[in-house]
C-alpha cells in the first residue's frame, strides 16, 4: 500500500480521522480534507487540505491524482419533515451526495488509467433504513447507496471497486450532537435519548467506536478487496437484523 495515495474527507474527527490515520497506518499516502483546520492539525503522517466540501466550485481543486476515496464528511439535521428548513435540506444534500459524486466523477479518470482504484463512501444504518426527523440525511444516505453501486458497476471494468459502510451510531461529535437535538425534540435528558432512542434498535447496546469502521475501511482498500464492489457492509449491532 505503499505506493497507493487517498483522499479522505471529513478527515479532522471522527470516522474521518480514524480512516485517515488507519490508511496511513498501511503506508498510504493520506490527503485528508476539512473545514476543521484545527482538528486537521492534530492528525499525524497525512497531508492536509482545509476546504468546504459544499462549495462544490472548490472541489476541482482537491487532488484528482488519487487511487483510494472515501467520502466521508457529513452533517445532520433533525426536525419534522414540515419543519424542516429548505436551505439545510439543500445543504445536506450538497455536501453529502453531490459532492462524493463529484470527487468520484473527478478521481475516476486517474483510477482508470492506472488500472486500480477503490471507492468507499462512509454511509449509515441510514442508507438503508429511515427514522423520524432525518428526512435530508436520510435522503442523502439513500442516495450515496445508489451512487455507489453504479459508480460499481461502470468501474469493475477498470480495477475500480465502490462500495458504501454503514454504521450505526459511531462515538463522533456528529452523534453527541444528536444527543443535545434529539433531546430537545423528544423531551427526555440526553442519556434517555441515548438509551430510549439512539441505541433502542440495536442488540448490542453501545456506540460503535471510529477506529472499528477505519477497520473495515481499510481492508475494502486493501489487496484482498478486488473482488468486493457494489456491496453495502453494515457495523449496526444488530439494527437490520430485526
Known sequence: METRRALVTGAASGIGAACAQRLAADGVHVVAVDLDSAGLDA??????VVADLSDLERLPKLPVDVDILVNNA???????VEQFPPERFSYLLRLMLEAPFRLIR???????????????NISSVHGLRASPFKAAYVAAKH????????????GA?????????????????????Q???????????ESEVLEKVLL??????????????????????GPAS???????????GGWTAH
Not at 182 to 187: E, I, K, L, R, Y
Not at 226 to 236: E, M, P, Q
Open 43 to 48: 492528525l499525524e503522517g497525512v497531508e492536509t
Open 74 to 80: 457529513g452533517v445532520q439535521q433533525v426536525a419534522p
Open 106 to 120: 473527478q478521481t475516476l479518470p486517474y483510477m482508470y488509467g492506472a488500472g486500480w482504484g477503490r471507492v468507499v
Open 143 to 154: 442516495g450515496l447507496e445508489g451512487l455507489s453501486k453504479v459508480v460499481a458497476l461502470e
Open 157 to 177: 471494468a477498470h480495477g475500480v471497486t465502490s462500495n458504501c459502510v454503514n454504521p450505526a451510531y459511531v462515538r463522533t461529535p456528529l452523534v453527541t450532537a
Open 179 to 189: 444527543l443535545a437535538d434529539q433531546a430537545a425534540t423528544h423531551g427526555l435528558s
Open 200 to 221: 433502542e434498535p440495536v442488540a448490542v447496546k453501545r456506540l460503535i467506536e471510529p477506529a472499528e469502521v477505519a477497520e473495515l475501511v481499510a481492508l475494502l482498500c
Open 226 to 236: 478486488a473482488s468486493i464492489t457494489g456491496s453495502s457492509f453494515v457495523l449496526d
